[in-house]
């Protein structure tokens, strides 16, 4: 009788633990995704200084208070699971955009430049990772401030996963406009990026070969 008890408490433990979720899992995949860990920190850090008595010189409640809610909107599109961003066309002309490297790439980049035709949209689950804005072009909303300026050197726009950038042309300023602000804008040297300075012709002049929904 004592053995059959100890069995019987022994089978009662067993199945709580295969129905109940246990203390100790593992945490969600998202927590690992290092837009996710930027995002949290700059939303902290953002926090912490909109309950500080004294705000950065130009900086309003105002200012911090949409860049919070941008970074919450950002953070909860992170935990939906969505582990990839996605790139739209809408300039007019060939679009250089980064993703993942081939897997038989030697290059020591962290990734490759692809090129995305006009009104294409890159594949679901393929990661865009951002795009490339070459030097000489006018772009708008690059900065903090909406202002169009001229681009001396190329840079990397990065965009977080779970994001949806659409780049057009504005028809009246012939600005790049983007309709998200960039995670993070990267010059030659700032990240492990390729960043070439070539022209925007040159892109143009490019064969599309980036996945795309309608042809992947």
């Given at each position: ?51 500080s ?52 790439s030697?290059?020591?980049?962290d990734?490759a ?7 294409e949209?890159?594949?679901?689950e ?23 300026q ?6 990397a ?51 599309p ?8």
């Amino acid at each position: 009788m004592r053995y059959l008890k100890i069995v019987l408490v022994a089978l009662v433990i067993f199945v709580n633990l295969l129905i109940a979720k246990p203390s100790f899992a593992d945490p969600p995949k998202f927590t690992n995704n290092p837009d996710y860990i930027q995002v949290t920190q700059a939303l902290d850090e953002l926090l912490k200084v909109k309950d500080s008595p004294e705000l950065p010189e130009g900086v309003t409640q105002e200012d911090i208070q949409k860049s919070i809610a941008d970074l919450e909107f950002q953070k909860y599109a992170l935990e939906s699971g969505i582990n990839w961003g996605q790139c739209r066309n809408e300039t007019g002309k060939t679009l250089a955009v980064y993703g993942a490297k081939p897997k038989k790439s030697t290059s020591t980049f962290d990734n490759a430049i692809y090129f995305l035709a006009d009104g294409e949209t890159t594949n679901d689950e393929w990661d865009c990772d951002g795009v490339y804005l070459p030097g000489g072009i006018k772009i708008a909303g690059l900065s903090n401030n909406a202002k169009t300026q001229e681009l001396a050197n190329p840079v990397a726009v990065k965009i977080l996963d779970g994001t949806q950038l659409v780049v057009k042309v504005n028809p009246d300023t012939g600005a790049v406009e983007l309709n998200v602000p960039p995670s993070e804008i990267y010059s030659a040297g700032d990240a492990n990026w390729f960043i070439p300075n070539i022209s925007p012709d040159a892109i143009a002049a490019r064969i599309p070969n980036a996945p795309t929904i309608e042809n992947d």
